[in-house]
């Protein structure tokens, strides 16, 4: 059934989870990493070099108070930019052939629109997380002088003003993350897998986020630890964790959502 021809937008069903079912996600993740990992690095690239790029373009146009923003803003797009690592999950299950190419074929997916509109509907998210972050700069440290980037640091750790911004812009970002994360857990892997709307999939998300709240923030606790690790140096280390996380994250949805 096309997502177009999808029952009303109710939630689905949702199983419990627990501690237990999060490391069985991880572990199962990281065996689909491990069966094919030269072709998924292709994938994982597009994190560590789009992150270096933005850095160097705050850098090169010292908007220094974007930077952490942008990095931190840029894990709301994972759950989308994962799509292809969920394709390849759900082929190796079934299956069938995992080789690259199939990481693409997402695209003829009948759930693609719904996934697409998800996908723009989280991209307007970060736009709005970065305009919030950049009124609060301006708000409380909109006279710095933006000349280097030790010039920006200094006021940002020793002035009143600079840890209201820290303190205030942290608060914020962890509601969008809170948003973000609630309504994505599982819903791509959804929409991927019964091409049900993309109401029917935020809902079935947010449900199962109710229905297991210890078990969820155990997971958000570990994508957040994952790609801090993964961050260090550089970005680089997300070359295994985004996959890693990605192919989990379909295993996840399987353990949530009753099939």
């Given at each position: ?6 029952a009303p937008a109710d939630a689905l069903p949702v199983n419990e989870i627990g501690i237990a079912d999060i490391k069985d996600a991880l572990r199962q993740g990281y065996s689909d990493f491990m069966a094919q990992p030269s072709h998924l690095l292709f994938i994982a690239l597009i994190y560590p070099i789009a992150g270096i790029l933005l850095a160097r373009l705050t850098v090169s ?199």
């Open positions: 059934m096309a997502a177009n021809d999808a146009y010292n908007i220094f108070p974007l930077l952490f923003p942008l990095a931190s803003g840029f894990a709301l797009l994972g759950p989308f930019a994962a799509i292809g690592l969920y394709e390849i999950s759900r082929r190796r299950e079934a299956g069938m052939d995992t080789s690259w190419k199939h990481a693409l074929d997402v695209v003829h997916s009948p759930g693609i629109g719904q996934i697409a509109t998800l996908g723009a509907l989280l991209m307007g998210v970060f736009l709005a997380w970065l305009f919030s972050a950049w009124i609060i700069y301006r708000w409380l440290m909109g006279d710095v002088p933006l000349d280097s980037f030790e010039g920006f640091m200094t006021p940002l750790l020793t002035t009143a003003n600079g840890w209201t911004m820290i303190i205030l812009g942290n608060s914020l970002g962890l509601l969008f993350a809170i948003l973000v994360f609630a309504m994505t857990v599982i819903s791509f892997p959804l929409m991927l897998d019964r091409h049900v709307s993309m109401a029917t999939a935020v809902k079935t998300s947010m449900a199962a986020v109710e229905k297991s709240p210890r078990g969820m923030l155990y997971w958000a606790l570990t994508i957040t630890a994952l790609l801090v690790l993964g961050s260090l140096p550089v970005l680089v280390g997300l070359i295994i964790v985004m996959p890693v996380l990605g192919h989990a994250s379909w295993h996840l949805y399987r353990k949530v959502v009753p099939r």
